[in-house]
Every structure is written in C-alpha cells, then in structure tokens.
C-alpha cells in the first residue's frame, strides 16, 4: 500500500512504499509534486523488477492473499488484520481465490458482491448482509488488489474501484458505513435491566458501570478498556481519554490525540462509589498502580477473551430487555444521536467524540440533526425591521456617530472625501 503524507514535525512531505521484495521504505521530498512523482518512479521499479516473474504472473488470488497478509501484518493493528483475515477467508476466497490475480475483472468483482447481497446467513431462512457488511468484503478485496497494481504490477487498474465508483453514481451515500442507534426509550431500558441483572448477581457491576458511562460519554470501547482510576476527574466533571486497551495491549486512540469528555451529574453520581470500589479492590488484591478502571477477569488489561464475554452478556441483556440487535459499539453511536436531535451543537458533539474533523460526525450522524420547519432566514428581516426605512446617515445619526466621522471614513461611496457639494449637502443634514 504506497502512499505519500505531509508530516507534522516537519515542512517536508513523506513517501511510504514496499520494494519487489516487500521490504517497507520510507522517503522524503520538499513538496507534494515531488513527493508524487518520486512514488510513482518507485511504483514503476517495482513493477519492473516483478515484470520478469513469471511465477508471480500465475499466482492465484488465494497465494497471493497469503504473501499480502504476511507483508502487512507489522503495519495494521492487530485487530485490523484479523478483521481482513477473517473476512478474506470466509467471504472472498472461497469465491475468487482460485482466479488468478491478473485474470481479475470488473465482473468479477460485481458478480460476487451482486452474490452476497442475494445471499443469507444464520439459523432458518437466515438474513441478509447488511451494506456495512458488503462494504468491508469489498475494501479486503480493494486493498489486496490495490497492491497487486501498485507495488507488484500484476493488474493495470483496481476492478474494485470501478465498482465502487458505479454504485457511488447509482446510490448516493450508498458507501457510508451504517449506523445503528438507540433512543432514549431503548437506551433507558437496556440500563434498567443492566441494573436489575446486576442485582439478580447475573451481570458483573463493573459491566453496567463501563456500558452506562460509554452511552453517556460516546468513548469507543477500546478507550473505555484503557482508563485509569487517575483519569476521572468527578471534580470538574471531566474524564481524561489518552490511550486505548485492543486485545490485551495497549495502544494510543484511533486518532492519536489525547481529549477530556464531559461527564453528566447522573453519571458522576454513579462514578463516585464505583471509583471508591475500584481503589478497594485494587488495593486489596495488592495490584500495581495505575489502577485499570475496568479490569479483566484475571486482574489485568481486557483481553480479547474478555471482550467476548462482554459481547455475549451485552446480547443478553438486549433479549431480556426486548430489544433489537444491537451491537456494544452503538452505544457510542446512541450517545452522538441523542445530542444531535437534542440540538446540541455539532462542533461540541464532535469534539465529545474526539473526530479529528465535524465533517466525520456530521457523515455519520447527520439524519439525527433536527429538521423543524423554524424559519431561520427571518432573523435577516428582523435586522431590516430595525433599520426601517432610515437612509445611510440617518442611521449613523441614530446609532450616535457625528458628522466627523462621516468625514472622517467616507460615506457609502467608500471613498475618503467628498466633493465639496456633497460634502457641504451632508453636513447640512447632520446639523
């Protein structure tokens, strides 16, 4: 996956690549055209150095699925990698992947995805793929062939995106990924019953605590893994978002940056017996500082075992509470849904949910923003119906400016002075 990036540190512009042999290089240049035509000279050595294998011209879309996953494991967060495996092997290959990748067309591509959207899964009739489903299918395959064209040269284009760009002009917005949200009403039951099954001794009391404070801070799941007993502030309502816990380990947020997140009173109230619980338990159980605020079952960091485990006690208090199928991340999604038709401000929702740009909330949530039949533009009326019907400098002569200042800055001519008629006809108004 070639690409090129203005760094921050720095007024210099990065190139990122992989040679014939997969090895990764990074370069510099001064500016973006450079920067440009220096990847693609790397792109066309590339292609070059592996326009005299013909074994590589043979490989199959499954061999060479194999040697892709290989070459950017170092570069993907673990989570990411598996999610491409995952969906390679039980979707893409067992469709294509005995094609060879140059063989590879546009008909190939459409075809499968036209399959998989007529196809079910699951127990009985089954359901079918949802477009965030067949969204993903495609951007495994898309970043696999766009390898395939870049770095090794065995395709002159991406079938995938010619796809991709038909069903842009087809379907607008059919692209975006979906978003499921609860109401208020759905959200009010799901922690009703989160706290009766905690009082049933069912469901873990760190688990309601963690899935309360994710639907009314919209942290993401990871970052909620990943706070301190040091990082809630119940003084000035606040909590510190700066790192983030994937399959047992730690790592920074989705955007790198650190971020404080308004805590409401309701949820302060509940935060300030659990923190008091963690600092007991933790003290007792003679574990190290920092305290972790939502451990996993063996005292340390969540694992992916323990992330399971919550997604199935998570489905379980969504069936005992006739709910729909919700998934953990959407209470995120239900927190920016319910401040949106709240009307509350975009930028404030979007800095809540650490996007690195309002254009990311507002893509994903904009059919929550109010749509009321308020006639916005009166407020241009209303300024006029203040006005009247006053000229110019009638209204300078209300608002308290004199004659020099008319002299002084000009009139709506915009000119410095005035010819001594006008001039003289001014002054005579102003007096």
């Known amino acids: 996956m070639a690409t090129i990036w203005k760094r921050k540190d720095r007024d210099m512009w990065a190139v990122d690549f992989r040679d014939a042999t997969g090895k990764r290089i990074r370069l510099t240049a001064s500016t973006r055209l450079e920067a440009e035509t220096l990847l693609a000279e790397k792109i066309k050595e590339t292609k070059d150095d592996h326009s005299t294998a013909p074994a590589l011209r043979e490989i199959t879309l499954t061999e060479y699925t194999t040697r892709w996953l290989d070459r950017v494991k170092e570069d993907l967060e673990e989570k990411t990698w598996r999610g ?26 459409a075809r499968f995805l ?19 489903a067949l969204r993903l299918m495609k ?11 870049e770095l090794d040269g065995l395709l002159k284009s991406n079938p995938c995106l ?57 942290l993401r799941p990871e970052e909620a893994y990943g706070l301190h007993f040091g990082d809630i502030d119940l003084g000035s309502r606040t909590i510190r978002v700066e790192r983030a816990v994937s399959l047992g380990k730690i790592k920074s947020t989705k955007t790198h940056e650190r971020r404080l997140v308004d805590v409401s009173d309701g949820l302060a109230e509940l935060l300030v017996d659990y ?8 003290i007792a159980a003679n574990l190290a500082e920092p305290y972790w605020l939502f451990r ?14 919550h997604r199935d006690l998570f489905k379980q208090v969504l069936h005992a509470a006739l709910l729909p199928a919700f998934v953990p991340y959407d209470l995120r999604h239900s927190f920016a849904s319910l401040l949106l038709s709240s009307n509350v401000p975009l930028l404030y929702v979007s800095k809540q949910l650490g996007h690195s740009k309002p254009t990311t909330t507002l893509d994903h949530y904009a059919k929550w923003l109010p749509n009321g039949e308020q006639r916005f533009v009166n407020v241009l009326d209303a300024q006029l119906e203040k006005v009247g019907t006053k000229t110019w400098h009638q209204v300078d002569r209300i608002e ?27 002054l005579y108004q102003l007096s």
């Not at 899964?121 to 949802?130: A, D, F, L, V």
């Not at 949200?181 to 009010?188: C, E, H, L, N, S």
């Not at 996993?296 to 960091?301: A, E, I, P, S, V």
Request: with cysteine.
């Open 275 to 282: 923190a008091d619980l963690v600092q007991t338990e933790a």
């Open 162 to 218: 010619a796809v991709s760009s038909r069903k842009k002009r087809n379907r607008a917005g059919s692209s975006r990924p979906e978003v499921n949200a609860m109401t208020a009403k759905q959200r009010d039951a799901f922690l009703s019953h989160a706290r009766v099954r905690v009082e049933q001794g069912v469901l873990p009391h760190f688990l309601q605590v963690m899935w309360e404070l994710r639907v009314k801070t919209g």
């Open 114 to 132: 036209a399959a998989k959207r007529k196809a079910r899964y699951g127990p009985g009739e089954g359901k079918p793929y949802s477009r965030t």
């Open 400 to 426: 308290g400016k004199d004659s020099e200042v008319v002299e002084k800055f000009g009139g709506p001519c915009r000119g410095r002075t005035y010819g001594p008629l006008i001039k003289s006809q001014l």
């Open 84 to 109: 491409y495996q995952q969906t390679l092997d039980r979707h893409v290959l067992p469709a294509l992947g005995s094609v060879k990748v140059r063989d590879l067309t546009v008909s190939h591509v």
């Open 296 to 309: 996993g079952r063996d005292g340390g960091l969540a694992t992916e075992k323990d992330e399971r485990w």
């Open 139 to 149: 951007a495994a395959l898309s970043s696999i062939l766009t390898d395939a064209v």
